[in-house]
Every structure is written in structure tokens, then in C-alpha cells.
């Protein structure tokens, strides 16, 4: 008896023993699998384009106030704004810095005054591309989703409000990874980070306090915009231009980036004008912007002057990258937030053969 019982015990002691080292494999096996094959949780091209679209809209039509925080590198300030949209799209927006000089950008639809008050200037312009946080989208002319496969991440708390969280990830190097958090419901923007190698964070827009869906107060803009009329005034205008007309080519060097802009503009500390000098202290240069609808970069050319020192190098800040070389009797600059190697690909790309003169 006490040996069949024995017997029976120890069977029933390796049973547990198979079952226990059944269950430890199977747990094994899964997070095997889950390791060696992950939810593809990247996006199919109908939905990502819909948030993109999405996030892109709530910028311009909701109403909403909040404090942005900027970071770019070791940089990092703060700022107020306030936006509203009316019945028909227009657009009302008043951006104040909080660190600093005192600075106030109003806008209107897509006239923009910015208000330097030391100097009681206002520099008045016109801004078409409408991608400034927490807008997205530079242009339309080129769809992001050939060069950025969208995927969805885990969900996330920014500023109180629960996002939506989605990685966009370039198909090469010539463009850096962006990582955006957006409002699950209006579908604002939140926070927008670029990425570098390694997944560095490189630079960073977020609201630290937020209300979407306030009453609109577009009358204190439109208001704010008046009482500036007092102060000098600084008109900034971009003429259409074409820089092949001055002897100029730039073979653009990378896939995806399109020619959206190509203009000649001032540029240059702008202050008071002095009497008798209507324009102030500006410089007049050609600039070609470039997009890939997401990101872009800016090809500036400007005649080598004495009263402007310039010098042949390259410089970094957070994920904006600047190269300055000279071509005969210009300088050259080119200034984007796209990888270094994106930037000097474009600086080379620049050429320059003397337009014959008609005599």
C-alpha cells in the first residue's frame, strides 16, 4: 500500500513537474514570437493620410489657446498663443513670446504682422506656406506618404489631453524621422518631435497647457492689428523671380524634394527706416524654398558686400543645418531641417554661368 501510494505521489509530483515546464516553454515561445514578429502597426495609406489631413485642418479651424514650449538643441523658450477660425476658414492668430524681448506675431488669414515694440515697428508680410506647428503640411504638390511609411504608436497623455500617437519614418537619409502626438479627437497637434540617429530627439514643439473649443475672440486680434497703425511700418514683399534668368541652376540632387518657391526678397536686420530711406537696413537676395511636404530646406544667394561679413563653413542647431560656400561673387546658403548631408548635397548642386549681356 505505502509503495503504490508512493508510486502514485511521485507520478502525480511529475505531472505538475511536465505541466509547469510545459507552461514556462509555452510563455517562452511567446515572447519568442512576439519578439521575432511584431504587430505591424504601420498604417495603410487611406488612414495615415486621413490623420495627416486631420491634423492638419484642426490647426487652422479650431479654436484654441495655450502655452507652446519650444526646444531646439540647448534652446529652448516659451510662447502664447491664441487662434480662431470663423464660419467660412478665415483665420485669426495672436503669438506672443514669453522669454526675452517682449515680441507679438498677429495674423489674419495669411497677412502677417510682427510687432517689435522697442522699435515700434511692424514688419508686415505675407506667409504662404501655412506648416508652422501645430499646422503640418508644407504643400500639397507632393504626397509625405511616398517618402514616409506612418506608423501608430501607443497612446499617449500631452498637456492633459489624450493622443494619438504616430511615427513617420523616412525611406532614406535625406530627411529626418518626425514623431507627432495628436489630440484624439479635434485632431490638434500636441507635440511634434524630429529625430535623429540613434532616435535622438533633435528638436521639439509641445503645448504645456492647452483649451481647444474656446469662444472665439477675434475682435481683440483684429483690434491689437489696428493699434499697431501708429508705429512705423515695414512692408516685406517677395517678387516672383526666376533665378535661371540670372545665370543660376540647381539640379535638385535627392528624390522627393519639389521646388514650391523661387523669389526675391529682403533679408537682413530689419529696424525703423531712416529718414529719407523708406525700405530700412535690408539686403536683397534670391530665395528658392524646396519641400517634401513635410520638411523643407532654402537656398539663399546673395552678392558678396563689405557691409555684410560672410564666411565659407557649416553650422548646427538642434535639427537645422546651415552651409555657407561661395560661388564667383556670391555667397550661398543654404538653411534646412533635414540632415547635414541633405544640405551640402544642395549647396553643391548650385551653379553659376554669367548671363550674356545684350549689347
Same mark, same amino acid.
Not at 509503495?3 to 511536465?18: W, Y
Not at 484642426?58 to 523658450?77: D, K, P
Not at 535690408?282 to 544667394?301: M, N
Given at each position: ?241 526666376? +533665378?535661371?534668368?540670372? #545665370?543660376?541652376?540647381? %539640379?535638385?540632387?535627392?528624390?522627393? @524634394?519639389?521646388?514650391?518657391? *523661387?523669389? /526675391?526678397? $529682403? ?6 527706416p531712416a529718414p529719407g530711406n523708406a525700405r530700412g537696413q535690408v539686403f ?47 555667397? +550661398?546658403?543654404?538653411? #534646412?531641417?533635414?540632415? %547635414?548631408?541633405?544640405?551640402?548635397? @544642395?549647396?553643391?548642386?548650385? *551653379?553659376? /554661368?554669367? $548671363?550674356?549681356?545684350?549689347?
Amino acid at each position: 500500500m505505502h509503495k503504490g501510494g508512493s508510486s502514485a505521489h511521485v507520478a502525480g509530483a511529475q505531472r505538475i513537474r511536465a505541466l509547469r515546464r510545459s507552461f514556462f516553454l509555452a510563455l517562452c515561445l511567446s515572447a519568442a514570437a512576439a519578439t521575432a514578429q511584431p504587430a505591424d502597426n504601420t498604417l495603410n495609406r487611406r488612414d495615415a493620410t486621413a490623420w495627416l489631413n486631420k491634423i492638419h485642418k484642426a490647426a487652422q479651424r479650431e479654436n484654441y489657446v495655450g502655452t507652446l514650449i519650444y526646444q531646439r538643441g540647448s534652446v529652448m523658450h516659451a510662447s502664447r498663443i491664441q487662434h480662431y477660425s470663423d464660419l467660412v476658414h478665415n483665420e485669426y492668430e495672436r503669438l506672443e513670446t514669453l522669454d526675452g524681448k517682449p515680441r507679438e506675431v498677429l495674423r489674419q488669414n495669411d497677412v502677417v504682422h510682427s510687432l517689435i515694440p522697442e522699435a515700434k515697428l511692424v514688419v508686415v508680410e505675407k506667409q504662404e506656406a501655412k506648416d508652422r506647428f501645430p499646422a503640418l503640411l508644407a504643400t500639397n504638390k507632393n504626397d509625405v506618404l511616398d517618402l514616409y511609411d506612418m506608423r501608430k504608436m501607443p497612446a499617449e497623455r500631452v498637456a492633459g489631453m489624450e493622443c494619438e500617437v504616430f511615427a513617420l519614418e523616412p525611406h532614406d537619409a535625406a530627411r529626418y524621422a518626425v514623431r507627432l502626438w495628436a489630440e484624439k479627437n479635434s485632431g490638434l497637434l500636441m507635440r511634434a518631435q524630429t529625430i535623429g540617429d540613434g532616435g535622438k530627439v533633435l528638436e521639439q514643439v509641445s503645448f504645456s497647457q492647452v483649451q481647444i473649443g474656446v469662444p472665439s475672440e477675434k475682435q481683440r486680434i483684429l483690434a491689437a492689428i489696428k493699434n499697431s497703425s501708429g508705429w512705423n511700418h515695414y512692408e516685406v514683399t517677395y517678387q516672383p523671380t526666376s +533665378i535661371g534668368d540670372e #545665370g543660376w541652376s540647381i %539640379a535638385v540632387p535627392l528624390k522627393g @524634394f519639389q521646388k514650391i518657391r *523661387e523669389v /526675391r526678397r $529682403p533679408l537682413g536686420e530689419l529696424r525703423a527706416p531712416a529718414p529719407g530711406n523708406a525700405r530700412g537696413q535690408v539686403f536683397e537676395v534670391l530665395q528658392v524654398v524646396y519641400s517634401d511636404g513635410l520638411t523643407g530646406l532654402s537656398v539663399f544667394i546673395e552678392p558678396v558686400s563689405e557691409q555684410r561679413a560672410r564666411r565659407e563653413g557649416v553650422a548646427a542647431l538642434g535639427a537645422t543645418q546651415v552651409v555657407v560656400r561661395r560661388v564667383a561673387d556670391f555667397w +550661398i546658403t543654404v538653411v #534646412g531641417e533635414v540632415p %547635414a548631408s541633405t544640405v551640402r548635397q @544642395f549647396a553643391t548642386a548650385v *551653379e553659376y /554661368r554669367p $548671363p550674356k549681356t545684350v549689347h
